[in-house]
Structure formats: structure tokens, C-alpha cells
């Protein structure tokens, strides 16, 4: 396949596998304050609730599995490594364990930063603000997610991937959050046809060249199969 395809996701990828979205009805920003468990400020404020917000969801991914979406994607990157770039908001590993491989512009829940000398490491179950740096001994461990206010990563590889691709499609995100929203408008200014591939109509939907709503476990492997035949 001569096309190169840039694939950006969100919560509702993961939807299906039983993690919550954010900004749904009893969405995880419904039941908790973003600025008090999602910005560093929050933190420095409380990093012991914000420990248990990230090994609540750390125990809650452990029990979920990948679904028929995070499947289906990884069996398009498995037949065109090298044209398709798979970009993901979410830091759950539901890709990693469906054998794709995406770049976490927002981090990843299963692995542990140190906010002293920038190690990384897998994060274990439960991590609390008396946790040691396994590298320098810091009590200066932090989940390695990017919470608001914070550099995202990756953000060289995706803006080259976008000014490149050919398609750009958008899986279960509501386009909330930047810089993450303006990849659509990046990858269109680039010449990409772009699609929407969510449950319901986003506020991005006008931005895309095409919309199918349903659950994305119905629509993602319609989406990859047509590809692959194509
Ligand atoms: C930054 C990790 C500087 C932690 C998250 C303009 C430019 C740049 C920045 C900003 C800007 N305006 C405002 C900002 C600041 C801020 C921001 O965007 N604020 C928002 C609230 C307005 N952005 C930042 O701070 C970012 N950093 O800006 O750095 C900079 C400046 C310029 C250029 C570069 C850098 C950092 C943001 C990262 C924050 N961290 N997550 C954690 O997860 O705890 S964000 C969080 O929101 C998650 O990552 C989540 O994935 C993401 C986006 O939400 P969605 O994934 O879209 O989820 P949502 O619930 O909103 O929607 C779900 C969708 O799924 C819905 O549409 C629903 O219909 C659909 N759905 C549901 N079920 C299904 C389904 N679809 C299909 N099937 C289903 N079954």
C-alpha cells in the first residue's frame, strides 16, 4: 500500500474495553476534578490522591483487555509497517497488548518517570509519594503521563507524520484537548483526506472530510478490512 495513514485515538477506543472516556456522562472528569488528579500543580498540591487516581485506572487497564478495534488496527500496521504511523492519547497499554505499536503523545500509565533525573521505568501497581527512584533514590516519582499544562511527546515525529499522510483518521476522541484537536487541520493543510471514525458526532466532526458514528469496535475493522482489500 503505497498510502501512508495516520491513525489518532482516544478514551473511546478503549471504551468498549470497559476504561472510561472523559467527557462522557460519568465521564472520569465527571467524577474528578482534572486540575486537582491531571496537572502538576494538582501534584505538588496532593501527590498521594494523585497516586491513587493513577493506580486506580493502573488496576482497572490491568483488568481490561484490547477489543476488536485495538485488534483490528494492529493487524493494518502488522501488513504496512511502514505506512502507518498510530497515534494515541490514551496511556492505557490496550495497543501494546493487541501487538501495535503507537506513539503515547500523553504518556503511559505502565511505566514510572522521576521527576529528579528523568528515569523511566515500568511503573509498578501501586505508587505512592514515598516511592524511590530506582536510578538516583529521589522521593521524586510521578506516573510518565503528560497532564495539562505539559509538554506532550513525540510532537516532532507526529507534526512530520501528518505533513506527510495521505489519510488522517480519528478514533473515539472528542477533539477536547490540544494540540491533539488540530491534527486534522494539520494533516488537511498537508493534502491528507481526512475521517472521523467516533460513537456519536464531536464538536471536530465539520473539520473532517467524512464521519461514521457507531462504537468502534463495529466501525474500526470495517475501516481496516476496506483498506486492506483495497
Ligand atoms: C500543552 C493524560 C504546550 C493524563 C491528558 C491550544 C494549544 C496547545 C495547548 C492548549 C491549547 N488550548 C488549551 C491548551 C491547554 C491544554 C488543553 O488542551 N486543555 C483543554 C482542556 C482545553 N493542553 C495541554 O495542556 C497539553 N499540553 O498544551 O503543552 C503546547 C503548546 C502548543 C503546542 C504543543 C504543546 C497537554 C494535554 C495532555 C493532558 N493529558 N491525558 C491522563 O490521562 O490522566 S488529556 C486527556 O484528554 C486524555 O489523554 C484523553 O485521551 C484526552 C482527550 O480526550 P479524548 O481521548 O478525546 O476523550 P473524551 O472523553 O474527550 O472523548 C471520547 C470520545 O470517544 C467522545 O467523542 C465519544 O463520543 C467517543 N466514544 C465514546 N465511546 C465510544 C466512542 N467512540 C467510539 N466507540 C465508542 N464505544
Given amino acids: 500500500m503505497s498510502e501512508r495513514i495516520v491513525i489518532l485515538t482516544g478514551a473511546g477506543i478503549s471504551a468498549e474495553s470497559g476504561l472510561g472516556t472523559f467527557r462522557d456522562a460519568g465521564g472520569l472528569w465527571a467524577q474528578y476534578d482534572l ?22 485506572r493502573r488496576e482497572n487497564c490491568r483488568a481490561a483487555a484490547p477489543n476488536a478495534a485495538h485488534h483490528a488496527i494492529a493487524r493494518l500496521q502488522a501488513a504496512h509497517p511502514a505506512a502507518v504511523t498510530l497515534i494515541t ?16 503523545m500523553h504518556g503511559e500509565l505502565m511505566r514510572a518517570l522521576c521527576h529528579s533525573c528523568a528515569a523511566r521505568w515500568p511503573a509498578p501497581e501501586r505508587m505512592a509519594p514515598e516511592g524511590a527512584c530506582p536510578q ?15 509538554m506532550p511527546y513525540h510532537l516532532d515525529e507526529i507534526l512530520a507524520a501528518l505533513g506527510a499522510a495521505d489519510r488522517f483518521v ?23 483526506r481526512t475521517l472521523e471514525l467516533n460513537l456519536e458526532p464531536s464538536e471536530a466532526t465539520p473539520l473532517f472530510d467524512e ?20
Fill in 35 to 56: 486540575e486537582e488528579v491531571a496537572t502538576p500543580e494538582g501534584f505538588a498540591r496532593d501527590p498521594a490522591k494523585v497516586h491513587a487516581f493513577y493506580n486506580a
Fill in 136 to 150: 538516583c533514590g529521589a522521593r521524586a516519582t510521578r506516573p510518565d503521563v503528560v497532564w495539562f499544562g505539559e
Fill in 89 to 104: 492519547q490514551n496511556i492505557d497499554d490496550l495497543f501494546a497488548r493487541a501487538g501495535a505499536e503507537a506513539l503515547h
Fill in 211 to 230: 464521519a461514521r458514528h457507531g462504537p468502534a469496535t463495529a466501525l474500526v475493522p470495517d475501516w481496516v478490512e476496506a483498506v486492506l482489500a483495497g
Fill in 170 to 192: 480519528a478514533i473515539g476522541t472528542s477533539g477536547a484537548v490540544q494540540p491533539a484537536g488540530s491534527f486534522v487541520q494539520e494533516a488537511a493543510a498537508a493534502g491528507a
